[in-house]
């Protein structure tokens, strides 16, 4: 169990997905279990760039983001860490390529009424920010479904699934796809 747990742990999972679909706090826990660190991409381009998302949305707006983004995520893939994506991680093409690249991808899927009650009011979040919070992640989620599915080597439904069962999935996927 332990060697199978030091040879998963090298092999830099990246979690993908919507806002609130746990990437961060089951990422968290995975990276815990397999004793790596977590890289969240959202706080090492925040710790980068020394500006909150919200002001770097609203300073330079979402395309001066998205470049950030690639510019982390390229710096970070095959790092042995866990590596927790932003949502909008999968929306350029060059982001999907380098996601395919370093595998493997775990998709967390997650229904748009589950997403919106875990990140309504959420003010670090500017895409859902004013407005109707499910209808935005309704919307999100029909742009971006296609994409997470076209990078993940694993879809996780998480639906009711709790984190310490969700981990597990992610696990027993990450065994069977060292072996
Ligand atoms: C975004 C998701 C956020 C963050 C930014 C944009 C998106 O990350 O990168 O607000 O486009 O869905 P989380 O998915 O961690 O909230």
């Not at 090298?10 to 990437?23: A, E, F, I, W």
């Not at 959202?42 to 998205?66: H, L, T």
């Not at 093409?93 to 998709?107: F, T, Y």
């Not at 879809?155 to 981990?167: I, N």
């Amino acid at each position: 169990m332990q060697d199978s747990k030091e040879q998963i742990a090298q092999l830099s999972p990246v979690l993908v997905g919507l806002m609130g679909s746990g990437k961060s706090s089951i990422g968290r826990r995975l990276a815990k279990h397999l004793n790596v660190p977590l890289i969240d991409l959202d706080e090492y381009i925040v710790e980068k760039d020394g500006r909150s998302i919200p002001d770097i949305f609203e300073q330079e707006g979402e395309a001066f983001f998205r470049q950030l983004e690639t510019e982390a995520l390229r710096e970070v893939l095959g790092k042995t860490a866990v590596i927790a994506t932003g949502g909008g991680a999968v929306m350029s093409e060059e982001n999907r390529q380098l996601l395919k690249d370093h595998p493997p991808v775990i998709w967390l899927k997650a229904s748009p009424n589950f997403l919106a009650k875990r990140i309504d009011g959420d003010s670090n979040r500017p895409l859902i920010a004013g407005g109707d919070t499910l209808q935005k992640i309704k919307d999100l989620a029909d742009i971006r479904y296609p994409l997470y599915e076209e990078c993940a080597d694993y879809t996780l439904p998480r639906g009711d699934m709790k984190k310490p069962e969700a981990l597990n999935s992610i696990i027993v996927f990450l065994t069977r796809w060292k072996a």
